[in-house]
């Protein structure tokens, strides 16, 4: 079974569980402080994912990194996760219990990537446009790159709308080259 079916499985019980002991919510904020702290510490995930370390040495140091800030339930999760020798998808298994999390509560993760920081209005007209299109609560993140030149380029989910100055221009490049292309045949 591939690790992204095992993680699956063990975010979607991880739900049922977490709602059960209604701390759906906590847990949820648990599990996204676990991916950004992993994000941030790449020797911890490779620690987690590495073979070698003994499964009572992963589960100290995710004792130590995160009791106090995480619910004793979440802390219980990853021994479990640990001791079932799961420890390599722990990162996965996090990230899909937030999708899945997300999806259950109509949550829409778009981002946006424009030439320069956007403005309030633009900002908040972005997030009424994805609301409007896909019925749920949004959650928007910022980006800048100045190589757009203008416009912007928003995503949301698997689908990307492309209004940047330089997408127009590689746009506009492509056709001419396959127009010439064609005219030489």
Do not use: C, W
């Amino acid at each position: 079974m591939s690790e992204f079916k095992v993680a699956t499985r063990y975010a979607k019980s991880l739900i049922d569980l977490a709602e059960e002991q209604n701390l759906l919510e906590q847990i949820k904020n648990d599990l996204s402080l676990f991916v950004q702290t992993l994000r941030a510490n790449s020797l911890l995930a490779a620690v987690l994912r590495n073979p070698i370390v003994s499964p009572q040495k992963k589960s100290a140091i995710l004792n130590q990194v995160f009791t106090g800030k995480v619910q004793p339930a979440t802390i219980s999760f990853f021994k479990i996760m640990v001791d079932k020798m799961r420890s390599e998808i722990l990162f996965d298994t996090a990230k899909e219990f937030v999708e899945q999390y997300n999806l259950k509560k109509h949550i829409v993760k778009a981002v946006i990537v424009s030439a320069v920081p956007l403005s309030e209005s633009n900002r908040l007209e972005a997030m009424a446009e994805v609301k409007a299109a896909t019925a749920g609560d949004v959650v928007l993140e910022e980006k800048v790159d100045p190589g757009l030149i203008g416009g912007f380029v928003l995503t949301v989910g698997d689908r990307q709308f492309d209004t940047s100055i330089s997408g127009t221009l590689t746009k506009l490049k492509k056709e001419f080259e396959h127009k010439t292309a064609a005219e030489l045949v």
